[in-house]
Structure formats: C-alpha cells, structure tokens
C-alpha cells in the first residue's frame, strides 16, 4: 500500500556515534523509517533517546563529536553524502525546523523581519517589495496580532508564544516538504501549546506540508500524528499508525509510556496510588493561612528621561488556609506568580503586605534566627534537580545538612544511620551513598532533593514544579514516593505546577492563579468536572488527552487577545472588560463563594469575552 | 537611546569630582613635599616657596582654587619641580606623542586580535586554533620590555632598518617598534577573548536556527555572532585604549620617545603635586569617558540594554 505513495524522507540503518572521553557512545543504533507527503510522523521517546539525532544529522545540525553511517534520503538526495554548500540548497528551502526553545532560538539583535528576509533571498528570486509583502502574510498567517509592528521588533520583546509562531513562520516561508519539529510546544504553557499544534495541524492540511513531531509528550502525539515511532536507547521499539499505537501497545516500554501519563479526564487509573481522602470537615485551624499575602517588585521602565520604577505585581493578595495531610495543588501558567508565592509563604523572600502564619503564629517579622527554628517543619523542593544541589556535596552531605543545621548535638553515625534510612525510603540505593549530583539521573537527583526536605519530617513541604523537568515514567514514580510519604508522615503539601494533569492527581484542593490573583480555588473533582471561570475552562479544555479519539473531538475553549503584562494596572480586568468598559479601571474582582468551598473570582461570561475579542 | 546617552555622560561627573577629591588627598597624605631635599631648605626659603604654590593655605582653599583653576580656565597650574613650565605645556607637548603611538598601537592591536580570535573558534581544534592560541600564550606572557630591547637588536643592531629610539614628529620609521612592543600583548587578549566569546556564540541556539535556514558560514558569522561575540571583547577594548593612549613608562623611557608615560613617573618620583595631579586627571577623565563610551556601544550590540 505504502509502495504506491513515494515517502519524501526515508532513514535507512542509520547510525550515529558520539566520541566522548569515555569512548564512542552510539546515540541510534540502526533505525530504519519513512515519512510520506502530507502525513505527520510522531518520534515519541524520552530524554537521552536518540529521537531527536535523527533529524539533527538530517539537517547537518550534528555536534562536532558525531559522525553518521547509513542512509537518510530526502526527495533525490542523500542528505549524508551532501557537502555543506550543497546542503544549504536543501535545508531552510525544501526542509525546515524549529525547535524546543524559542527563546533562545532567534538572533537577539536581527528584528524578525530582518531574519525572514534572509531566508526568501537565499532561497527564492523576489524583490524587496515582495520579500517583505510574504514576510507580513505570513506572520499573519500564523495569526500574530499587529503583524506590522512585530516585523520591526526584536525578539526579546514577543511572548515566548509568539517567537515559536515567528520560528514557524520562517520555517514555513519557501514551502518546505518537510517540517521537522523538535519538541515545538515543550517550553510553553498549554494555551498556546494547544494554539501552536493547532496552527501546525492547519499548515499540515493546507499546505500538504509532512510533519515529523520529535515528542516526549504521549497526549500531543494522540491529538497531531497519523503514525507513531516510539524509541528507546537508540532503537524504535514499536511503530505503527496512532490508533494501533494507543488502543493496542505490544510492547512493554510503550504500554509503560501510556500508563505513566498523568491524564486529565481520568485520575483514577486503576493502576495508580489513590490519593488519601482527608476528611474535609476538619476545620483548617491555625494549620498554614496564607492572608491577603502580596508581593511587589520594583522594575525600572524608561519613561522620559528619567527611568522610574514601577511595582510588578507578582503576587497581588493571596488568601488560602491549609488543613493538616491536605494536598493544595497551585497552577497557573509562567508568569502568574506561583513559585513567588511559595517562596513568600516560607519567606524566603519577604511579603510586600499580608500575613502567613503558622501554626497560629506570624512567620513574617521574625528575626533570622526565630525563622530558623520554624524552617524545621517548612521545606521545599524545586525543579531543577541538579541545579539545586551542591556540585561539590556528596549526595550523603546534602541529605545530611538539615540534621548538621537543627539537630548538631547528634552523633554522626546516628547521623548516617539517618540518611541511610531517607535514601532507602525514597528508593537511592545505599552504595550511591557517595555519589555527586552530576553522576546520577535527574530523577534520582530529585530524590535526593526530596530525602533531603523529608529528613527532618517537615509536617509541610512545597514542590515547586517538583516534577515537571523529569520523563513521565520518572514523574510518576516521585508523584508515587510523595504521596507514600504524604501519608507515612501525615504531610501536607503544596503542589506547584503548570501541568493540570498531574496536579489532579495529586491535590485535595486546587487554586488557580492568573497574574498573582487567584481566580478559582475548589475542591480537585469539583474544578474539574465544573470549572467556573472561563481562564480554568480554557486552561483545562488546553491540556492534550493521551487518547487519540478522544483527543481529537475535544474542542479548545479560546479567549482572545495575548497575556496582558503584569505591569499593566487594567490586567487584573482581562475577564471582566465590561467593568473596563464602563470606566471602573480600579475596580478589583471579587472572590466569591460560588458553591460551598468553591470560589471564583468575579467574572464576564464565557461568551461575552469571545465575543469582545 | 539619546536620553540614556546624556544620562550616562551626566552621570560620569561626580565620578570625576571623587577622583580629583581622592588623589588631591592621597598626594598630601604621603610624606615629604616637593621640596623636601636631604640637606633641608632654611625655613625662609621654604616658607616663600610654599607662599608662592599655595601651600601655606588651607587644604579646602587649595582645592577650590585648584578646581577653579581647571574648570573655569582649563589650567592645572604650575609645574613645581619644571621650572617656568606649566603642568598644560607638558600635557601638550607628551600627550599627542602618546596619543599617536597609543591610537596606532590599538588599531593593530584590534585589527589583527579580532580576525585571530574569530579564525581561531571557527576553525576550533584545528592547526590553525592552536597556533593561534599559542600565539596568545606567548604574546601575554611576553612583557614590553623585554619585547622592546629584542626589537632593537633584531631591527635596529642586526638588520640595520630602524632607528633604535627618538620621535622625530612621529616620522613612521620611529612608530614601528614602539607600537609593536606596546600593541602585542593587547593583540593577544584580544584575541583570545574573541575567540572564546565566539565560541560560545556558536554554540548557541540562534546559530543553529541560522544553520538550518541554510545560510553559509560566512554570513553566519558575519550576521548572526558577530555582534554577540563582540560584547566581552568592547568591555575590554575601553579600558585597554586608554591604558595605551596614556602611554607606557617603558616604550617611552625605551625608546625615548617623549611620552605621557615618562612624566607620570617622574613627576611621583619627584612630588611634584600639580603635575601628578594634572596626569592623574586626564588618566581618569579618559578611562571614565571611555566606559562611558563602552556603555553606549554596548546598547548598540545588544537591543535588550536599550533604556
């Protein structure tokens, strides 16, 4: 069937080894794979999988240390045997990429236009006139506002969204065969993930353009691919088209990738940890309350000729309470203030206004040492597990600190014996005892990290984006550790993250953040089965479900207009433009109690907004 | 962009006045006066000299007087060890000696350093990259004076082509070897600097986006890390100019060429309070302008800094 269609990339045996100071290391050991026109082909695997050196050999992209044998042909080439010149022809014309982070993936000091000129006169014949005429289409094309003014500007001053949809305009600007894209929507928040798959989706059918999707992410595989490659160390272990892939996975690893995806419209899968019901009549008490906490920081903008600086308003009154054993799951997209506002509550940096306190007394006003004591019982746990560990600490050392600050009277063997004891516990085995933090894996690196928040039984710990930089197979195992140790040590915890499926799974209660507001918080079933508030409707209609058919007949809920800036006063009004309208700029939505123990924040209906817009 | 310039030259006045401030208290500080010799002047005598320089006054009169005298009139005063000459009659005749061979040294300096370091990180781990970082080692560690005495063998006593010192109005045949000896340590950092900041750009994700458009490398460099590269390299280049325009106590002491350099450490040597302070001024003014200077370009490289 596939012999009458002539596939436009096709990889035969293809092998590429690294030399390292530790020897060759062979990233893809021999895959063979084709993609045929118009179709979108999924590379599903997880870090360190070779699933992306595919396409960086394809496009000459390789580091230094690589070299290639085997095939990869591409229309009537061999793209290995092309010289650099020769591949120049080919790549940015007829093949095109973009890639993970669109920061960083622009020249910082070429504006947009600049850099999508280039590549019409290196490719096509056109005049200026006519260079600049495609340059404004097809910004518009990929639906970015005031397309005009944005030509001019330089990329530091786009959303990271709207680089990604500047990257996918110049990719798209010769027509290319062939869109390679690497991880596209990883480094974005999930409304406009799920607005840049959707333009990529509209690209494939218009333009007949191939896609190959270089994923790690099982529900964007499910919503964009028509066939699927899953690989593993090297190798594709299974291959098949999307429906063969999710309703009937032969191989272990690929049932693994499937299982492990924390899914939004259904926590419960029976083979998961069931969160521990806490009785939701206890009375929060003087446990954790959080008060009208606010915090501000001073940005200077250049206005006249003096700069002034005006306050951003990170965190702009925040009020919750937290029960003993309660999970409180925070979300919000980058930028709302959630990892501010954990570091307030332990006031690691302090509140502009408000009060958090604990166990009924004030955290806030305490002198270094009075807080001392009470970070016994506060830990937190961040993202970047490497990061946050001492490279030159041994992993014993790091997880020893905590019991070497508050509890130095104690022998260090009992010491060791402790530490010992917390690795069993979060499953390090003993003889890493002595390992650095850059010889192990990130998720054991996270590990450690929580060994160390655990040690000295806190009775509240903070996981700011505690698993978002790990694979899903790994994220599931630490979501599994917390929530063991949540109930052998009646923790409570709050739960940051910008992945809504995962925070399901875990929390009791969930609050969600927009611009340092919150603008729903509700018990976890009830915000999901009846969000309120058409910011949690859109957040959540965004998240992509690992389930082909169910996946692709979901409808994306779309607010219009861009994330408004924090430091624009009207912000806070985004979903109440009526009261804008009616001249109250100062006017600040109210939470409301919606049903019992669910609140929202004041609002304009759902429709009226799409409307507005 | 303009208001952040006139900012940003505003802002170097103060800087200024503490400068003066500072040395002015400094010189007085340390012991002995420019008249102090080993047998001793008799009291009288000292008495009228220092009537005669102002030093009898107090030190807040001796200041104002002496900023009045650079602010309203552009005059550092007298010199008090050059007899009949003013602290501006040294300034102008060793400071465009300095200026030329100092301006000559950095545009060679520059123009070789930059193009070396560039060649080097893109044909890194090449031949080419290790001659070229060799050469840097070499040329850093390598001091003027003792560059400048092996110039003078090899062009002045063995192959007869230069003359072995002297100024002579700046004829080119008396420029070579001083800017020689004083531009190849600079050429060296410069170049390793690029090279290193090149490196680093290259690896960047911008450059690999600008890889795949299928731009060639000449115009990835030109266009896309050029600039970027640059950064490390200006913050280096403002103070470096300076510190070559002010001249070098050993190219001018070397090759007698008249230079700013030679005054500056005789007039330490000698106490002599005016001049010193004179030198030390137009060091400063420089060194502040140029970072100054600095500043502005670096706005220019990098559209983020734009306030």
């Known amino acids: 069937m596939t012999d009458l269609i002539k596939p436009i990339f096709s990889v035969d045996d293809l092998k590429i080894t690294f030399s390292t100071q530790d020897g060759p290391v062979e990233a893809v050991k021999g895959v063979n794979f084709h993609i045929n026109p118009g179709e979108c082909v999924g590379i599903v695997g997880e870090s360190g999988s070779g699933k992306s050196q595919t396409f960086m050999a394809a496009m000459g992209l390789l580091a230094e240390n690589g070299s290639t044998s085997g095939q990869i042909n591409f229309q009537d080439h061999n793209l290995l045997q092309l010289s650099t010149t020769q591949l120049n022809h080919v790549r940015g014309k007829n093949m095109s990429m973009i890639f993970q982070d669109p920061l960083t993936s622009l020249t910082p000091h070429m504006t947009i236009l600049q850099q999508m000129r280039e590549v019409i006169k290196l490719h096509m014949q056109l005049s200026q006139k006519d260079t600049d005429i495609v340059c404004h289409q097809w910004l518009d094309r990929v639906r970015i506002a005031e397309a005009k003014r944005r030509l001019n500007q330089y990329p530091h001053e786009l959303s990271g969204g709207m680089r990604q949809r500047v990257m996918i305009a110049m990719s798209m600007l010769c027509d290319p065969a062939l869109l390679i894209a690497d991880e596209p929507t990883t480094a974005l928040d999930v409304t406009v993930q799920a607005e840049i798959l959707d333009l990529m989706d509209e690209l494939k059918r218009e333009k007949g353009t191939a896609i190959a999707l270089i994923t790690h992410d099982m529900g964007v595989v499910a919503r964009m691919c028509d066939r699927i490659h899953v690989m593993r160390k090297g190798q594709y272990v299974e291959e098949g088209n999307v429906e063969d892939i999710f309703y009937k996975p032969q191989h272990e690893y690929t049932k693994m990738l499937l299982d492990s995806m924390p899914r939004i419209d259904n926590p419960d899968k029976t083979s998961h940890h069931k969160l521990r019901s806490i009785d939701q009549q206890t009375t929060a008490g003087d446990f954790l309350n959080v008060d009208d906490v606010k915090v501000h920081f001073d940005i200077k903008v250049s206005d006249g000729f003096w700069p002034k600086t005006v306050p951003l308003k990170a965190v702009d009154g925040v009020s919750f309470k937290l029960r003993p054993g309660e999970t409180l799951g925070i979300v919000g997209e980058s930028g709302c203030g959630k990892s501010t506002l954990a570091r307030a509550v332990l006031q690691l940096i302090p509140p502009t206004h408000g009060t958090v306190s604990w166990l009924g007394k004030p955290l806030s006003g305490l002198t270094r040492h009075e807080l001392k004591d009470k970070r016994k019982d506060l830990q937190i746990v961040f993202q970047d597990p490497l990061a946050s560990l001492d490279p030159r600490m041994t992993i014993s050392d790091s997880i020893m600190e905590p019991l070497v600050t508050f509890a130095a009277g104690m022998p260090k063997k009992e010491m060791k014996q402790q530490v010992m004891q917390m690795m069993d516990r979060v499953g390090l085995d003993r003889n890493m005892i002595n390992r650095y933090p850059h010889e192990l894996s990130g998720g054991q690196n996270q590990r450690v990290g929580i060994a160390r928040a655990m040690i000295m039984k806190p009775k509240l710990v903070i996981c700011d984006e505690a698993v978002s930089a790990l694979d899903v197979s790994v994220q599931a195992q630490i979501i599994e550790l917390l929530m063991d140790l949540q109930e052998e040590f009646k923790l409570s915890l709050l739960f940051i993250s910008h992945d809504l499926a995962v925070v399901r799974e875990v929390s009791h209660r969930i609050m969600v953040l927009y611009l340092g507001r919150v603008v729903e918080l509700a018990e976890s079933k009830d915000i999901y089965a009846n969000p309120v508030h058409p910011y949690t409707k859109q957040l959540i209609s965004a998240v992509p479900v690992p389930d082909p058919k169910i996946e692709r007949a979901r409808k994306s809920i779309k607010i219009p207009g861009e994330l408004p800036s924090p430091m624009d006063p009207s912000a806070k009004l985004k979903f109440m433009p009526s009261k804008l309208n009616a001249g109250e700029v100062n006017y600040i939505p109210k939470l409301i109690e919606h049903n019992p123990g669910h609140f929202v924040a004041e609002h304009d209906s759902l429709a009226e907004l799409q409307a507005a817009g | ?307």
Do not use: C
């Open chain 2, 1 to 307: 962009m303009f208001s952040f310039i006139v900012r940003r030259t505003l802002s170097s006045i103060p800087t200024i006045l503490i400068l003066i401030l500072i040395s002015f208290a400094l010189m007085r500080l340390a012991p002995g006066s420019p008249f102090s010799t080993e047998r001793g002047l008799p009291p009288e005598v000292l008495a009228n000299l220092e009537a005669k320089y102002g030093l009898n006054l107090p030190w807040y009169e001796q200041i104002y007087t002496y900023l009045r005298g650079i602010i309203f009139e552009f005059d550092f005063g007298p010199s008090f060890k050059y007899k009949d000459r003013s602290v501006n009659d040294i300034l102008a005749q060793g400071f465009p000696v300095t200026l030329t061979y100092g301006i000559w040294s950095f545009v060679v300096a520059v123009a070789v350093g930059i193009p070396l370091g560039i060649a080097a990180a893109v044909k890194h781990n090449t031949k080419f990259d290790y001659a070229a970082v060799g050469f840097s080692i070499g040329a850093q560690v390598l001091p003027n004076f003792v560059m400048a005495p092996i110039l003078v063998i090899i062009f002045t006593l063995w192959l007869n082509w230069l003359p072995g010192g002297g100024w002579n109005g700046g004829q080119w045949q008396y420029l070579i070897m001083p800017i020689i000896a004083l531009s190849t340590s600079y050429m060296a950092s410069i170049a390793r600097i690029t090279r290193s900041s090149m490196l680093e750009v290259l690896h960047s994700n911008f450059i690999r986006t600008a890889k795949a458009k299928g731009l060639p490398t000449s115009s990835i460099i030109l266009r896309h890390a050029l600039k970027p590269a640059l950064l490390p390299v200006i913050s280096y280049l403002g103070p470096a100019f300076v510190y070559m325009i002010t001249g070098s106590v050993i190219i001018d002491i070397y090759f007698s060429t008249g230079g700013m350099g030679q005054f500056f450490v005789d007039a330490a040597l000698n106490r002599d309070y005016s001049l010193l302070m004179g030198v030390t001024i137009v060091f400063g003014v420089m060194t502040i302008l140029f970072n100054a200077i600095v500043d502005i370009t670096y706005a220019w490289l990098d559209p983020k800094i734009r306030l």
